[in-house]
């Protein structure tokens, strides 16, 4: 199994291929058997050109694994373009050439307000790297965990934190 990854910049882990997912000329057509894309989607102006292009990556049959916020606060700003329900998520597949298998809501608002409280924590502590884990560490332990086991009790479809979707590429 191989691995290789697409960014629009280079991180502290260079991609394999440096484009934009909504353009990949680098990258040729149906190269990949399943194709994960986490949390891009609504960083795109265009969702479905790059829908098509990964559609155009995948080989027939392919699978797209993709995941995506509902409940987050504003992040990468100015590149922070939507929020899809899973009614938009599916019209979107479908009408790029996916047939939709699964789509599952990931937490919802318990976990979404321990998030923000977590992440406000860490801020705090960010610059002294030892307290900062220990802060990330008591926030998983006594906020993180505590909000997912709500969402899963008393959660609901209404609130979703995210999405994640599992679609293959028609034949």
Same mark, same amino acid.
């Given at each position: 199994?191989?691995?290789?990854?697409?960014?629009? $910049?280079?991180?502290?882990?260079? =991609?394999?291929?440096?484009?934009?997912?909504?353009?990949? =000329?680098?990258?040729?057509?149906?190269? !990949?058997?399943?194709?994960? %894309?986490?949390?891009?989607?609504?960083?795109? *102006?265009? *969702?479905?050109?790059? /829908?098509?292009?990964?559609?155009?990556?995948?080989? =027939?049959?392919?699978?797209?694994?993709?995941?995506?916020?509902?409940?987050?606060?504003?992040?990468? $700003?100015?590149?922070?373009? !939507?929020?899809? @329900?899973?009614?938009? /998520?599916?019209? /979107?597949?479908?009408?790029?050439?996916?047939?939709?298998?699964?789509?599952?809501?990931?937490?919802?608002? !318990?976990?979404?307000?321990?998030?923000?409280?977590? @992440?406000?924590?860490?801020?705090?502590?960010?610059?002294?790297?030892?307290?900062?884990?220990?802060? !990330?560490?008591?926030?998983?332990?006594?906020?993180? /965990? +505590? %909000?997912?086991?709500?969402?899963?009790?008393?959660?609901?479809?209404?609130? *979703?934190?995210?999405?994640?979707?599992?679609?293959?590429?028609? +034949?």
């Amino acid at each position: 199994m191989r691995y290789e990854s697409l960014d629009v $910049e280079v991180g502290e882990h260079p =991609p394999t291929y440096l484009s934009d997912v909504q353009d990949m =000329p680098a990258v040729g057509s149906r190269r !990949f058997d399943t194709v994960v %894309c986490s949390e891009v989607l609504e960083h795109v *102006p265009s *969702p479905a050109d790059a /829908l098509a292009e990964l559609r155009r990556v995948l080989k =027939p049959g392919g699978t797209l694994i993709l995941t995506v916020p509902y409940l987050s606060r504003l992040h990468d $700003e100015p590149h922070d373009y !939507f929020r899809y @329900t899973r009614h938009g /998520l599916r019209h /979107l597949l479908e009408d790029g050439g996916f047939t939709v298998s699964e789509i599952e809501r990931t937490g919802s608002m !318990f976990s979404f307000v321990g998030h923000q409280i977590s @992440t406000l924590m860490v801020v705090a502590a960010w610059k002294v790297p030892l307290v900062r884990w220990v802060v !990330f560490a008591v926030g998983a332990a006594l906020i993180t /965990l +505590p %909000c997912r086991i709500a969402d899963s009790i008393l959660g609901t479809d209404r609130l *979703p934190l995210g999405y994640v979707v599992v679609a293959k590429t028609t +034949p």
